[in-house]
C-alpha cells in the first residue's frame, strides 16, 4: 500500500511514459505540488492533514501529472522548467476535456438503454449522473465517487482511475447497448427469464447470456436473433464443440457473429472478439462435463411451465343410470349435510362433481359443500369452469353453482 | 509515505521550524521566558516525533510558534516549567486535533487550549491532556459554571 502512494511510484510512473525526466526535479515538483494542493485543502486554517489526506492529494497529483504528460505536449516542458502551476492547469484542462466527453457519453447511453429491466443497470446510470457532481478533481482527481453495481462483459481495467475509469466503463456500456439494441427486447426477456424469473433484481449481465446464445446460433447455423437453443441443438453444439479449433475457429464466428448482426464497427467488433474469448472457458469446462443446459438456455415461456407444474388425471366417470339415481337420492335429502355427506360417500370424479351440482345444489348449498374440499379441489373446481367457459362463454348453471364458487373464492382470498 | 521520503521532508522542514522558534525568544523574554539552543532542537524534534505519534503531515509554518506566542503570557509559566509545558502543550495539540476531524482550525483550537490551560486546569497539563476535545469544547465555550449547572441537571 505504501509501495503505491509513494514518490518513487510516482517517478516510476513517470519515467515509464518515457520522457527523459530529472528526477530530483520530478520530485521537487512533487512535494511543492503536494504542500500547495495542502494548504488549499485545508483554506489555510490547519498547518496539518492526517497522513491518509495527504496520500489521498498526493495520489490524485500522480494521476493528474500523468494525465497531463500522456495528453498535452507542453506539459513535459512545464516540469523541466519547474512550473507547478501550469503542469496543474494543462492537467485540469485534460480532465475537464474528459468530463466533457464523459457527460456526452452518459447522455447517448441514457438514450440507449435497452428496453430489459434490471435494477443494478438503472441504478449504476444514476450513480453514474451522481458522479459527475460529486467527482471532486482539483484535489482527488484519482477517485471515482460512485457505486457500479452493473458489472460489464468485459470489465474496465484495475489501472484506470478517476474520470478516465468512468469514460471507459461508459464507452464500453455503450457498445453492449448498440449490441443488444440488435436484439428483439422481447427474447432478450425470455432469456434472462429463463436463468431467474427474477432477473429484473439480479446483479447480472444483460449482454453475457446473449452473447453466449448467439454464438451457439453461429455454430448451429440458426437465425441469431432467435437466441433459441432447444435440447437438440445443445446436442449438436457439444458434438461441434468438442472438435473445436480454440482462437481460429473464434474468429470465424466474430466474423459471421458481426456479418449476421451489421452494421458494427471495429472497437465493437474486437469487443465482441474479447468477451468471447472470456466466456469461452467457461463453455468449455461445460462441454468436459458434457452438459450445456446451464450455458446455452432455452427460451422461457408460460406454456412449458405450466405444463411441467400441474398434472391432472380424472377419476372414471359413473354410468348414467347411477348418476340419475344419485342425483335423486341427494335431491331427496332435507339437510345440506346428508347431501355432502353422499358427495364425498359415492362421488369421487370432478365431471360428477359438476354434473350433481348442476341440479342439486341451490343458492347458498353450495357453500357448505365448498367448505369441505381441499384448496386444491376448490382450484380444480374453478379451472372447470373456467375451461367450460372458453368451450362456451354463455354457459352457466341452473343452480348458480360456480357463480357461488367465484364469490366463495374470492371472500377466502380477501 | 516512505519513511526515506518522510525523512528528506522532515529534515528540510526541520531547519525552517528551527529558524522559527529562535526568533520567538525576542517576544518570550518579556515573560521571563527563554529557551536555549538545544532546547530549541529537543522541541523541534519532539514535534515530529508527536506528528508520526498522531499520523499527521504538518506542512509550511508549524504549529510550535503559535503555541509558543498564545501561551507565553500564562499566568502559570515559568523559566523552571516552561520547556516540559510546551513538550506536553505540543502533544495535545495534535492529539486534539486528531479528535476534532478537522473541524477545528489551527488558531481555534490554540485559543480553546489556552482558555481551558489557564482557566480550569489552573496551569496543569495533565488536566489539559488528560480532558476530551468535547469537554473542552464545552467548557471554553460555556464556562465552568455552565458546566457544572449542565452536571448538575443529569442528576
Not at chain 1, 138 to 152: G, N, S, T
Not at chain 1, 281 to 302: C, D, K, M, R, T
Not at chain 1, 363 to 385: A, P, R, V, W
Not at chain 2, 30 to 46: D, K, P, R
Request: net charge negative; glycine share 4%; charged share 25%.
Amino acid at each position: 500500500m505504501e509501495e503505491e502512494f509513494s514518490l518513487f511510484a510516482t517517478k516510476n510512473f513517470l519515467n515509464n511514459l518515457e520522457y527523459d525526466l530529472d528526477q530530483q526535479l520530478l520530485q521537487k515538483i512533487m512535494y511543492e505540488l503536494l504542500l500547495e494542493r495542502m494548504q488549499r485543502y485545508t483554506m489555510g486554517d490547519s498547518s496539518s492533514v492526517t497522513i491518509e489526506t495527504a496520500e489521498k492529494l498526493l495520489k490524485s497529483i500522480v494521476f493528474s501529472v500523468g494525465v497531463a504528460v500522456e495528453n498535452s505536449s507542453e506539459s513535459v516542458g512545464f516540469i523541466k522548467c519547474g512550473d507547478t502551476t501550469a503542469v496543474l492547469k494543462a492537467a485540469w484542462s485534460v480532465i475537464e476535456r474528459e468530463i466533457k466527453t464523459g457527460k456526452g457519453l452518459l447522455a447517448t447511453i441514457k438514450k440507449t438503454t435497452p428496453e430489459v429491466r434490471n435494477r443494478a443497470y438503472y441504478d449504476t446510470v444514476n450513480e453514474l449522473t451522481a458522479f459527475f457532481n460529486r467527482y471532486d478533481y482539483r484535489f482527488f482527481a484519482h477517485e471515482i465517487p460512485c457505486m457500479i453495481d452493473y458489472q460489464l462483459c468485459n470489465p474496465v481495467p484495475e489501472s484506470f482511475e478517476g474520470i478516465l475509469y468512468i469514460n471507459e466503463y461508459l464507452r464500453n456500456l455503450y457498445i453492449e447497448n448498440t449490441i443488444l439494441q440488435r436484439f428483439e427486447p422481447s427474447t432478450v426477456s425470455a432469456l434472462l427469464k429463463s436463468i431467474t424469473p427474477d432477473y429484473e433484481e439480479q446483479l447480472m449481465n444483460i449482454l453475457e447470456p446473449v452473447l453466449t446464445n448467439a454464438f451457439g446460433c453461429v455454430l448451429l447455423k440458426k437465425p441469431v436473433k432467435s437466441l433459441d437453443i432447444n435440447d437438440n441443438d445443445r446436442s449438436k453444439l457439444l458434438s461441434l464443440l468438442k472438435t473445436w479449433q480454440g482462437n481460429k475457429d473464434m474468429h470465424i464466428v466474430v466474423e459471421q457473429l458481426c456479418a449476421l448482426l451489421t452494421p458494427l464497427d471495429d472497437r465493437i467488433v474486437q469487443y465482441l472478439l474479447t468477451a468471447l474469448q472470456s466466456l469461452f472457458p467457461h463453455i468449455q469446462s461445460a462441454v468436459l462435463a458434457n452438459n450445456l443446459e446451464s450455458v446455452f438456455l432455452s427460451l422461457y415461456s408460460e406454456n412449458m411451465n405450466v405444463e411441467s407444474s400441474v398434472h391432472f388425471t380424472d377419476n372414471e366417470i359413473m354410468n348414467n343410470q347411477q348418476l340419475r339415481a344419485l342425483i335423486h337420492e341427494i335431491s331427496e335429502c332435507r339437510f345440506v349435510s346428508d347431501k355432502i355427506a353422499i358427495m364425498k360417500r359415492d362421488v369421487h370424479s370432478l365431471r360428477d362433481i359438476c354434473e350433481i351440482m348442476n341440479v342439486c345444489f341451490w343458492g347458498k348449498d353450495s357453500i357448505d359443500y365448498y367448505h369441505t374440499l381441499s384448496i386444491t379441489e376448490q382450484e380444480l373446481l374453478l379451472f372447470y369452469i373456467k375451461e367450460k367457459h372458453k368451450e362456451n362463454p354463455e354457459w352457466s348453471s341452473e343452480t348458480g353453482w360456480e357463480r357461488q364458487l367465484v364469490v366463495y373464492l374470492k371472500t377466502l382470498r380477501e | 509515505m516512505k519513511n526515506e521520503e518522510i525523512k528528506g521532508l522532515t529534515n528540510i522542514q526541520k531547519s525552517y521550524a528551527l529558524a522559527e522558534i529562535q526568533g520567538c525568544n525576542d517576544l518570550t523574554f518579556a515573560y521571563g521566558l527563554s529557551l536555549t539552543e538545544t532546547q530549541m532542537i529537543e522541541l523541534v524534534e519532539a514535534r515530529f516525533n508527536a506528528l508520526q505519534e498522531t499520523g499527521r503531515i504538518e506542512f509550511g509554518h508549524g504549529v510550535l510558534k503559535k503555541l509558543i506566542e498564545t501561551f507565553c503570557d500564562s499566568p502559570y509559566l515559568t523559566q523552571e516549567n516552561y520547556l516540559e509545558t510546551l513538550f506536553e502543550l505540543q502533544d495535545s495539540f495534535y492529539y486534539f486535533k486528531n479528535e476534532s476531524q478537522e473541524l477545528l482550525s489551527d488558531d481555534e483550537l490554540i485559543t480553546f487550549m489556552k482558555i481551558y490551560f489557564d482557566g480550569f486546569c489552573q496551569g496543569s497539563t495533565d488536566c489539559l491532556s488528560g480532558t476530551s476535545l468535547e469537554e473542552l469544547c464545552r467548557r471554553t465555550r460555556y464556562g465552568d459554571d455552565d458546566m457544572e449547572d449542565e452536571e448538575m441537571h443529569l442528576f
